[in-house]
Structure formats: structure tokens, C-alpha cells
């Protein structure tokens, strides 16, 4: 059964009209169809460059009508296939409290720090999200996959919804939320074509996603995100600093050259900043993390000590960013603001 809010909430993510359940899709006025999979809708366009490989193999997985693997949609999981194996048998044998595929995917969507974690998660790691209390403000997850940051927004009293376009991780999430009473609405979608509703959400979050894309496809996901956000509503998305200490060290191993596929881009503050030109809207930067991407202070019980040195020393530094400015220019990761003036 589909989310009575996205019912309302949804629209063609092709053409923006109104969606009506059919059966086991969701179809517009000018007979657009898009399946629903377990009360999931999968809004994606398959004649669209994706973004990411797994956005075709979730359109080809979510027309698939039996599976063999739990619903677990193992081939729209970006990890490799040793992995995927390893996810079906933990999931077969349940052989852990933690999603089998969250187990596999932590390093992908957390970073490299979270490598030594693959495998062998003890516990799911929920960020700390320096957000004000959302008093029941719909808060949308931009490229969500298991949803860290849907449940770090719940948990600060926000009504979430996650999207992403990998089905696997969307469902791995959704099976996640549940063990862990969180109330989060998904959907699969293509951050660049938002399938909702105008001006719906308070607050739309991104983190360790949009720093992947093209330029051309990132002001494509932020021209949605105005669309969709509400008058007084703001906006944070994580990208990568160009000058950042070790950003500036990945730019020269991989010869400063242009990137490729789903490489990160490092971008210049002042890039950033206007990347949300908007008249009624104050754009800012604000630090997140030194010393690489992704870096969390409410992780460092998961890591060994020298990475919680490392987490400290980043923590600092963000702390000194907020009276020295110019230590925002250093940051490796920042977060680009929009709040109304």
C-alpha cells in the first residue's frame, strides 16, 4: 500500500502532472507508467543518462515480477558481486542484528574511513544532524540510499522521506527504519527529475552525492530543490572543497585531470556559493569535515584510535572555522547553506 502523504505528494517526475494508483503503478494523465514495488515507488526515466549505473538496474528490477534473493534487489546494491553473495547469505542465514546490505554498503556511503567496518557493522552508525527540532517539518533525503540522514532526522523530530535510485538500498533502509521505529516515508528517484509536488518539503538535505555529479546535472538537482521547497524552507548539501587539505591531495594523484563517471568533483567556495543563486535566499559555506569526506565525531566509537584522533582533529578545526573564517577555505567538505533572507 502506498504512503497516503506521497499519494498526495507525488507527481511525474517527466512531466510533473498527478499520479493515480493503478493496479501496481503509478500513472499520469499523459500515461506515463511507473511501478510500485512492496508500496515503493520507483519514479525513474530509463531513456535518461543516469547518474549512476544502478538507476537502469533498479527500472530493470522493479519490472521483474518474482525474485529469487528476499527482495534484497542484490544487482541495485553498488558494491561488487563477492559482496552481493555476502549479503544473501548473511541475509539467508540471518546472521546479524544489521541489514546485510547496510553491512556491505557502509563504506560506500560513509566513506573510506569506514572501510575496516565492511562486513562487520556492530551497530548502525546515525549521524548527529545539526539541524534545529523539525517539529513535524517534511525533511527530504536527497540520494538517501540506506537512510543514515532520514533517521538522524526523525530522530530530531522530523517527518522524513528518502530517495534514491538504488531500489536495493532504499529497501535496506526501509527494513532498518522499522527494526528501529523510525517512521520514514521512500521513494526511488533521480535526484535531477524530483518527482514531487512544488513547494512541499521545509528542509532538503544532501550529503555525499551531489559532489558526484557533472555540473550540468548538479544545477539540474538544485533547480528541483527550489521547486520543491517551501517559501521559508532551507536548504544544506555537502560538497567537496576544491582547496581542501585532503582534497587537494586526491586532485594531484589522479593528475589533476578532469573527472570521470561517478568521480568526485572538487569545486571553488566561490562556485559553491552561487550554485543556490536565488534573490530572497542567503547562501553560505560552512565547514563539515578536514582530513577527507564524511567524517563523523558520533562515529568515533566504531573506529580505531588513530582514526578517533583523526575524527578529533577535524572536530576542532571545525569548531575554529566558525570564528576563523579562512579555515573554511581548508575544510574538505562544506556544506553550502540556503536559508530565506
Known sequence: ???????????????????????????????????VVDGIPVLLMGDIDPTLHVLTSSIAAARQQKRTDGHLFLETLGIDGDQRRAVLEDFLNDASEIDPAINYLIAHTNGILYKHLVGRLPA??????????????????????????????ARKGYLPVGID??????????????????????????ARYLPFRDSVFDVVYSYSVLQHFRLEDLKAALGETRRILKPNGCVQIQLANQYGIRSLY???????????????????????????????????IRSDCYFGLGLQKSDSYLMPLWKRVLLLGSELLKKM??????????????FLIASPR
Open 165 to 190: 535510485p538504488s531500489l536495493g538500498a532504499v529497501m535496506a533502509g526501509r527494513r532498518a527504519a522499522r527494526r528501529l521505529g523510525l517512521d520514514i516515508k521512500w521513494v526511488v528517484g533521480d
Open 250 to 284: 586526491h586532485q594531484m594523484r589522479r593528475g589533476f585531470r578532469a573527472p570521470r563517471g561517478f568521480e568526485v568533483r572538487y569545486l571553488k567556495p566561490k562556485t559553491i556559493k552561487a550554485l543556490f543563486s536565488q534573490s530572497d535566499y542567503r547562501t553560505e
Open 124 to 153: 548502525y552508525p546515525i549521524p548527529e544532524i545539526d539541524l534545529p527540532e523539525g517539529n513535524d517539518g517534511y525533511f527530504l533525503d536527497v540520494g538517501c540510499s540506506w537512510g543514515r540522514w532520514s533517521m538522524a532526522a
Open 1 to 35: 500500500m502506498l504512503d497516503e502523504w506521497l499519494t498526495l505528494n507525488l507527481s511525474c517526475p517527466r512531466d510533473g502532472q498527478e499520479l493515480e494508483r493503478i493496479n501496481d503503478e503509478l500513472v499520469c494523465p499523459a500515461e506515463h507508467h511507473f511501478p
Open 321 to 334: 572555522s566558525h570564528r576563523l573564517t579562512a579555515l573554511r577555505l581548508v575544510a574538505d567538505s562544506v
